[in-house]
């Protein structure tokens, strides 16, 4: 099994290390296993959670939510119908966050078209 310090996770994850250290306080991801030297050190699987709940932050997910979901995971599969409703509805989320930004994206569009009409 592969062990990574904090700052290999945190360089492969695109999370810091003071996030990683956050996570780990607030119960996002299980608590980390510790070198000799009682350093972190982070496993694939340890890495997978953090990568997925960086997407699930990154579309506007609050921790609160993560949180939930992690607790979630937690109890086991009997819990999977609850984790199938919250990812359902966080998906409803950002497909209604695409829709607007997309919106917003041609608005731009159409007056970059405008000002290269213009001086053209």
Same mark, same amino acid.
């Given at each position: 099994?592969?062990?990574?310090?904090? #700052?290999?996770? #945190?360089?492969?994850?695109?999370? $810091?290390?003071?996030?990683? *250290?956050?996570?780990?306080?607030?119960?996002?991801?299980?608590?980390?296993? *510790?070198?000799?030297? &009682?350093?972190?050190?982070?496993?694939?699987?340890?890495?997978? =959670?953090?990568?997925?709940?960086?997407?699930? =932050? $990154?579309?506007?997910?609050?921790?609160? %939510?993560?949180?939930?979901?992690?607790?979630?995971? %937690? *109890? &086991?599969?009997?819990?999977?119908?609850? %984790?199938? #409703?919250?990812?359902? #509805?966080? =998906? =409803?989320?950002?497909?209604?966050?695409?829709?607007?930004?997309?919106?917003?994206?041609?608005?731009?569009?159409?007056?970059?078209?405008?000002?290269?009409?213009?001086? $053209?």
């Amino acid at each position: 099994m592969t062990s990574l310090s904090i #700052a290999a996770t #945190a360089e492969r994850t695109g999370v $810091s290390p003071h996030t990683l *250290r956050y996570y780990e306080r607030i119960g996002l991801i299980d608590p980390v296993g *510790r070198d000799e030297g &009682g350093r972190r050190v982070y496993t694939e699987g340890d890495l997978a =959670r953090v990568d997925f709940l960086r997407k699930l =932050r $990154s579309t506007g997910m609050p921790i609160t %939510r993560m949180q939930e979901y992690v607790e979630l995971i %937690r *109890r &086991g599969s009997s819990s999977e119908p609850a %984790r199938l #409703a919250l990812l359902e #509805a966080h =998906r =409803r989320h950002v497909l209604n966050d695409l829709e607007h930004l997309n919106d917003c994206l041609g608005a731009i569009n159409f007056k970059i078209d405008l000002y290269r009409k213009s001086t $053209s």
